[in-house]
């Protein structure tokens, strides 16, 4: 029972990670209709600039003088400034020159600037001085170590001094208060109408008015802040992150919004938890099934889009003959 | 409408995707270092390692003493020709280390190599350097059976090899400390595959229970489901056989997940600098075997350990760096009994009949090119830093290690 218990956590927390790439990924699609396939990397990017950003800030002292809910609220911010410029340079660069060519291309681009996304982590988070855990919390020192493309250690932001229960608890509890900031902006706010709106149709949109350009970019602003807190949550319950986590939360982030349905973000976490949770009960009862998880996660994935093709929320195309 | 026929695509694109995620890995590039092959008194050597890639630390370290010992040789002026090395950057992939091998026997000047901290890779490279009839000395890959009377005279082996480093590892764990309930965890690489091999038999053969093995993908983040079944296992300790990314993250789940009551144990993979980088919490009282004896006990290896550190290179010493070192002291002595003109042939007969002093002990190869010298100790984390066991406070009882 406490083994059942247990991965049900382990799968729920797994599931907000997939989850948070995964509405990036719907976002994106609702209003632009094209896969940006970078938004896994522009997710393990906010977890550096968090990373990095807290080892100059640190080193600089922010956590004497500054309260630590403030100093890493300062923290997010600086990582949702960065990944919402990233989010526009997607935009600008490898999403606008193709708006009305093929879909294919403007999913090129944008798995093309993953790459390069991944390997300017790999490059740039070489040698850096990365402080112990806990040490920011408790004043302690920095520990130098050489990086290599290998993992960093992410700082514990959230509840440095609290269990690993509180820690989970509050990982479900951001992702769920995102979700509902989320739907409430969607449903609620002038913008998040629009952005509604120009999913379903963008000339009808323009036509009444809505400014679509600036709606658009408001989106990739929007989804970078939003893969930025993703990217935190996933490094912090990962303890570690390194520079090419980025395409595997992308492919199963991708797979979840598909599964769930890619034009609707409610889609996105059912399809997230159901990818979690395939993956973490194969890997928990079955003997030696670990090998096995995302094989058999990517096997449920194409059964769903064999016979359930708009996903699982998602809403039957009718072609018109 | 506009989304019409993209489902399709998509089922096509998620597959492909699926695939990838499986291949994924990074991309690595060459870094030769080939010089002017126009110089008559120049013979070279093959040096392959993984510079880049997920065991970048490690290769980058062998590789800095390789040269420091071969930079030696040159200045010594013992050779009446100059040393030259062809260094290619494996980055863990075996078809790169392939490349990587047919660049080295393409070059008429290159007399032997020595490489691989990867099976996987030495497995793609040995058909080539065999073909070429090129002398490959092993120095960190250690599966079974990459020196085997087939692939004898041309492929011999200074490291030990899975069964050499379990062996001592199991020695200690289950006849000197008594842990009997084990969880093997490991990846699905040569090297995962061999460790769990070897310490599953040697398991069974000490009569010990094996409650469960798993083996993950390279890239595995998340530990916890494995972690939940370790733990309603009743295990008292966790092998590792993989390497040290994964091993520091299971680890450091484990500590987290408030497992500290069960003993960490693993192979020499993941002793290196990144396992404490998870910070001195977590990985407290883990243990790894190490294959060799302590440099640090000889004066030869202490001088190397010495002049590694005067060489101001940014990667730390790992669990092989001694053997690469040892690895050229051991060419240069068989390129010594060839005289002025060494030639393959020559090579291939130098090394399998070598006898080396380094800083390793003295190494011989038996008769199917794998080496006599067997030696390995324990080491155990403690306050952050990799300790010999035996001079740790978990030794002398200061400290315990979790209860058998």
């Known amino acids: ?321 | 409408m506009l989304k019409k026929s993209r489902k399709y695509s998509l089922l096509w694109l998620v597959v492909l995707m699926a695939a990838l995620l499986i291949a994924a890995g990074c991309g690595g590039q060459d870094a030769g270092t080939g010089g002017d092959s126009e110089a008559p008194d120049v013979v070279k050597l093959g040096f392959l390692s993984p510079i880049t890639g997920p065991n970048s630390a490690e290769g980058a370290a062998a590789r800095n003493a390789f040269l420091m010992a071969i930079d030696a040789a040159n200045a010594s002026g013992e050779f009446p020709y100059t040393i030259e090395v062809i260094v290619i950057d494996d980055a863990s992939k075996p078809e790169v280390g392939a490349a990587g091998a047919q660049q080295i026997v393409a070059d008429e000047k290159v007399v032997a190599a020595t490489g691989h901290w990867n099976s996987g890779v030495a497995e793609a490279t040995i058909p080539i350097f065999k073909q070429a009839e090129i002398p490959l000395l092993i120095w960190g890959a250690i599966k079974e059976g990459l020196t085997s009377p087939e692939n004898y005279p041309y492929i011999t082996r200074s490291a030990p090899t899975a069964a050499q480093e379990n062996e001592p590892l199991a020695n200690i764990l289950i006849k000197d400390m008594g842990y009997k309930k084990w969880f093997i965890v490991s990846d699905v690489t040569s090297y995962g595959e061999a460790n769990t091999e070897v310490f599953t038999k040697i398991l069974a053969d000490m009569g010990c229970e094996l409650l469960g093995t798993e083996k993950v993908q390279e890239g595995t983040v998340d530990f916890r489901p494995i972690i939940q079944k370790i733990k309603s296992s009743g295990a008292t300790a966790v092998y590792f056989g993989g390497v040290v990314t994964e091993a520091s993250l299971l680890k450091n789940q484990m500590h987290e997940a408030g497992m500290d009551d069960v003993l960490f144990a693993g192979i020499s993979g993941i002793y290196s600098e990144d396992f404490l980088k998870i910070g001195a919490e977590a990985a407290e009282g883990a243990l790894a075997i190490k294959p060799g004896i302590d440099p640090s006990k000889s004066p030869e290896g202490q001088k190397f350990l010495d002049d590694y550190a005067a060489g101001g290179y940014s990667e730390p010493v790992g669990a092989f760096t001694p053997y690469a070192y040892e690895a050229a002291l051991i060419l240069l002595n068989a390129l010594k009994q060839c005289g002025d003109n060494p030639t393959p042939a020559a090579m291939v007969d130098a090394i399998k009949d070598s006898e080396t002093t380094g800083i390793m002990g003295t190494t011989t190869f038996n008769e199917f090119g794998q080496t006599n010298n067997v030696a390995a100790y324990m080491l155990v984390v403690q306050d952050g830093k990799w300790v010999s066991f035996d001079e740790s406070e978990y030794a002398t009882g200061t400290r315990v290690l979790p209860q058998p």
Do not use: H, W
């Open chain 1, 1 to 321: 029972m406490e083994l059942l218990f247990g991965q049900i956590i382990n799968a729920i927390l797994l599931g907000c990670t997939y989850t948070l790439v995964a509405i990036g990924f719907s976002l994106f699609f609702g209003v632009m209709d094209v896969v940006v396939f970078c938004a896994g990397d522009i997710a393990i990017f906010g977890a550096f600039s968090i990373m990095g950003a807290y080892t100059i800030l640190a080193s600089a002292g922010i956590f004497s003088v500054l309260p630590f809910t403030v100093a890493v609220f300062i923290l997010l911010l600086v990582a949702s400034i960065l990944c919402a410029s990233l989010g526009l340079l997607t935009y600008r660069f490898s999403v606008k020159p193709f708006e009305n060519t093929s879909a294919l291309m403007p999913l090129l681009s944008t798995i093309a600037l993953g790459v390069v996304i991944k390997e300017v982590l790999g490059l740039v988070f070489q040698r850096v001085v990365n402080p112990l855990a806990k040490a920011a919390a408790s004043g302690g020192e920095a520990l130098a170590v050489q990086g290599g493309r290998n993992p960093q250690a992410m700082p514990v932001l959230i509840a440095p001094d609290g269990t690993i229960t509180e820690r989970n608890l509050i990982i479900i509890g951001v992702t769920l208060f995102l979700l509902l900031a989320l739907f409430l902006f969607l449903n609620k706010t002038k913008i998040g109408l629009s952005m509604q709106a120009i999913s379903q149709n963008k000339d009808l949109s323009r036509m009444i008015g809505i400014n679509v350009n600036r709606i658009v970019i408001l989106t990739f602003v929007i989804g970078g802040v939003l893969l930025a807190i993703g990217g935190f949550l996933v490094g912090s319950y990962n303890t570690i992150i390194r520079f090419d986590n980025g395409t595997m939360y992308g492919t199963k982030g991708f797979a979840a919004a598909v599964v769930g349905g890619l034009s609707n973000i409610y889609g996105a976490i059912v399809g997230g938890m159901l990818l979690a949770f395939v993956e973490v009960f194969v890997s928990g009862y079955i003997p030696n099934g670990t090998a096995y998880s995302s094989i058999i996660a990517f096997v449920v994935v194409v059964f769903f889009i064999v016979f359930k093709p708009e996903g699982i929320i998602g809403e039957k195309t009718v072609e018109k003959v």
